[in-house]
């Protein structure tokens, strides 16, 4: 889930028998007045911790973000919050024959009709979302193509979206990608490349100057590790920082800060056991200052 901007995020946690009832999680708006307060009912253990989308507390269906997504299977979301805008999410949405990417975002009464943003063959999965300073939305997402890849779009000034672009390099299979937007203004997307001896962490800038105009992917492999697990890229900002954090092997959590341009040579925290990792990546964000 995305911690993009100063907004709230409330995630209450509920109780189901599983064996009874469907786990479901009820993504709301629970007072229009005060939309930076988006509430998430309903989690349940195991490797996907995410439900099915659902109504669990009765709240009316205007206040509520996909409720028939459970009757479709559709993917875990990623919500975006910056304050002076409306929360905005994305998720993988199944339209009977693959997932696509679907948008959707507050318009001050309900969640707007979901906008499918993409249309193939292949499923589209695991999209991120981000804002511009003019509180434009960025995507980006990957695809399971006989080469996996990774694509991004935006809305631009207009209202209109973008054509997609591919972010990652051709023959690069390429998955899982993770956003941030630094102070200099040129959003970093992150993603891990697979298919050779080892894996590589790559971080690509799009050097467009203004958002209107065609992307310009600049990559920069990050890290390198012969790690055959997920490396789960991160890219992440805290004031002024960013930095992008990743699995680099069965003990340490990599990490690289952004300075001046350039990411600086990788360094590691040790985390024990799966349920250590995000602790681990809590802990290389209390040690940076901004």
Avoid: C
Avoid at 115 to 131: E, M, V, W
Avoid at 226 to 234: A, K, L, R, V
């Amino acid at each position: 889930m995305s911690d993009h901007g100063l907004a709230k995020l409330a995630s209450l946690l509920l109780s189901f028998a599983g064996a009874v009832l469907p786990a479901l999680a009820e993504v709301s708006v629970q007072n229009p007045g005060e939309p930076e307060l988006i509430y998430i009912f309903g989690k349940q253990a195991g490797p996907d911790p995410w439900p099915s989308f659902g109504v669990v507390r009765g709240t009316p269906l205007a206040f509520v973000l996909n409720p028939q997504g459970d009757l479709r299977g559709d993917k875990r979301p990623d919500i975006v919050l910056q304050r002076g805008f409306p929360p905005a999410v994305v998720w993988s949405y199944w339209d009977g024959v693959d997932f696509e990417i679907a948008f959707s975002e507050w318009d001050g009464a309900a969640w707007s009709v979901p906008r499918l943003l993409t249309d193939n063959a292949a499923d589209d999965l695991d999209p991120k979302i981000i804002l511009d300073a003019a509180g434009r939305p960025v995507i980006t997402w990957w695809r399971t193509d006989a080469t996996p890849a990774v694509f991004s779009t935006r809305r631009t000034a207009d209202g209109l979206w973008e054509s997609e672009t591919r972010v990652s390099q051709q023959g690069e299979s390429a998955r899982t990608p993770a956003i941030a937007l630094p102070p200099d203004g040129h959003a970093r997307i992150g993603y891990e490349v697979t298919g050779g001896p080892e894996r590589q962490v790559v971080v690509t800038r799009d050097n467009r100057i203004n958002p209107e105009d065609p992307p310009g992917y600049v990559p920069e492999i990050v890290a390198t590790t012969p790690y055959t697990g997920d490396t789960q890229p991160i890219v992440s900002m805290r004031g002024t920082l960013t930095w992008v954090s990743w699995v680099h092997s069965a003990s340490l959590v990599g990490w690289s800060e952004l300075r001046n341009g350039s990411w600086a040579i990788p360094q590691f925290e040790p985390y024990n056991g799966a349920d250590d990792i995000e602790a681990a990546r809590f802990r290389i964000k209390n040690r940076l200052q901004p």
